[in-house]
């Protein structure tokens, strides 16, 4: 008879944590790029999920190549918020440092990229309503220039939403503990 591990806390704070993200970043999409109320919120979902699974993705890789003792804690860490041992890891926190600037870095261009995806998907159905088919730009041509453009408005736009969502879940993580801890 096998054991199924489910963390309903961990899931429970993720989605937590999503929809605080979701709701903070799509207020920020909406005053900085103007789209509407409801462009924003769909944006802000797609990026976020889509984002979210990028990185549990990366963890899942990351922690495949951890050596054991590493491994332990850091499963220990994230899946029952137990952080006992973190002694041994005083030599570790440069890196961890480093990995979390890279994985801010990865979720800033998942986001960015997925963002000007989205628009030219969204851009593209409303133009087969509005356009001839032979005025129309090819959609593969759309989406390698979505690939290949950066917007600074828009990525400044992404980096200033996740900023304030990534503050605000932090402190809700850090309020979290303080609380549990009494």
């Known amino acids: 008879m096998s054991i199924v591990f489910l963390p309903i806390p961990l899931i429970i ?31 802000s979902i797609s990026i976020n999920l889509l984002s979210t699974i990028v990185l549990w993705f ?4 990351f922690q495949g190549f951890a050596p054991e003792s590493e491994r332990l804690h850091l499963i220990g860490i ?31 261009f998942v986001e960015f990229k997925s963002l000007q995806l989205l628009q030219v998907f969204l851009k593209s159905s409303a133009e087969q309503n509005n356009e001839t088919i032979q005025n129309a730009i090819p959609l593969i041509n ?8 950066v917007d600074v408005k828009t990525i400044a736009t992404i980096f200033q939403a996740n900023a304030l969502s990534s503050c605000v879940v932090a402190l809700f993580i850090i309020l979290l503990n303080v609380y549990q801890a009494q």
């Open 78 to 108: 994230i899946f029952f918020n137990n952080f006992n041992g973190l002694n041994l890891w005083i030599h570790v926190y440069p890196i961890l440092a480093a990995v979390l600037v890279m994985m801010c870095a990865l979720i800033i």
């Open 142 to 149: 759309r989406i390698n220039t979505a690939i290949v453009k």
């Open 13 to 43: 704070l993720q989605l937590l944590t999503l929809s605080i993200g979701i709701s903070i970043e799509a207020i920020v999409i909406h005053q900085k790029l103007r789209l509407t109320r409801k462009q924003s919120i769909e944006f």
């Open 58 to 61: 990366v963890f899942f890789i």
